[in-house]
Nanobody, 131 residues
Framework: DVQLQASGGGLAQAGGSLTLSCSAS???????????IGWFRRAPGKEREGVSC????????YYAPSMKGRFTISSDHAKNTVYLQMNGLKPEDTAVYYC?????????????????????WGRGTLVTVSS
């Protein structure tokens, strides 16, 4: 199975920016361009929620409504990496952020904002936003 490594978390001030990276490796019968990659987060005391997702096949993207306009997801095929650019950070964005992968989605849609679609998960990276 593919392995995912999330990185880029840290401390930011409200209104600031951070860019998270999700690096993929270990492809066997597929390739980086065959995936749906999602970013999720779990805030303290809350359930994990979908943030954004991207099809590495055609670059289609979806965002959770509260993140749209502030966060941007993108992929770099040369680096087998998906990025999450986060601007206008708010204290409520404080969470552990995870990336997840699903190989060869039959139909990429907003349904990939939901964690049950994914089988492969990376370890999280902590984002802390101070007010």
């Amino acid at each position: 199975d593919v392995q995912l490594q999330a990185s880029g978390g840290g401390l930011a001030q409200a209104g600031g920016s951070l860019t998270l990276s999700c690096s993929a490796s270990g492809f066997t019968f597929d390739r980086f361009g065959d995936y749906a990659i999602g970013w999720f987060r779990r805030a303290p005391g809350k359930e994990r929620e979908g943030v954004s997702c991207i099809s590495t096949n055609d670059g289609a993207t979806y965002y959770a409504p509260s993140m749209k306009g502030r966060f941007t997801i993108s992929s770099d095929h040369a680096k087998n990496t998906v990025y999450l650019q986060m601007n206008g950070l708010k204290p409520e964005d404080t969470a552990v952020y995870y990336c997840a992968a699903y190989s060869r989605p039959a139909y990429f849609s907003a349904a990939y904002l939901y964690e049950h679609k994914y089988r492969v998960w990376g370890r999280g990276t902590l984002v802390t936003v101070s007010s």
